[in-house]
């Protein structure tokens, strides 16, 4: 199980784009709305979400966290103590744990990237304490994925279909949608 977390001003192309992506795979993914389902876009996309801070078990069967980006979307995700709680789980668990754009800060702010190599949208790499700033769009260092922006969110999307299921799922993912590499 996957959860990706959605907060008022969060960014669309990078939340839906890896769930997209996730579900071609055959990876069970959650949308889970922090502060109620209807969860509005930083561009007034309203999506519904599929369940509820306190539906979000977290269990054995978590296998990773997405955080978007988007503001002030990350900002709503850094002071949810159901976030919080979900990337400490992650971390504990040594699940996968991805953040794209902005929400990459709030990792970060954790100290959960102290040692690690990641990226983020730029300004924000004062907030990746501890890391090394990649100059990579997208990034893998152990069970972190990091990724710049909005441009790279199939990028993104497909470096998780690829840790959560292989390589070759990603590659034929990546074909199907005429993506370029």
């Known amino acids: 199980m996957v959860y990706c977390y959605l907060a008022n001003g969060f960014e669309e192309i990078e939340a839906l784009a890896p769930v997209d992506l996730l579900r ?13 389902t209807v969860v509005t876009g930083s561009h007034g996309i309203p999506v519904t979400a599929d369940l509820t ?17 988007g503001m002030p979307g990350t900002l709503h995700l850094e002071a949810s103590a159901s976030v919080q709680a979900a990337l400490d789980f992650a971390n504990a668990n040594g699940r996968l744990i991805c953040a794209i754009c902005a929400a990459p800060s709030v990792l970060g702010h954790k ?8 990226i983020c949208f730029p300004g924000f ?6 890391a090394t700033v990649s100059k990579k769009a997208v990034v893998k260092d152990g069970n972190f994925i990091t990724a710049k922006g909005a441009g790279v969110a199939v990028d993104f999307g497909l470096a998780i279909v690829a840790a959560l299921r292989d390589p070759a799922t990603a590659n034929k993912i990546r074909a199907a949608i005429q993506c370029q590499s």
């Open 24 to 36: 071609r795979a055959g990876v069970e993914v959650k949308t889970v709305g922090v502060g109620g």
């Open 125 to 130: 790499e004062k907030d990746l304490i501890g």
């Open 53 to 69: 801070e306190a539906q979000a078990l977290l269990t054995n069967a978590l296998d990773a966290v997405i955080l978007p980006g």
């Open 111 to 118: 100290g959960l990237l102290k040692g690690r190599e990641a």
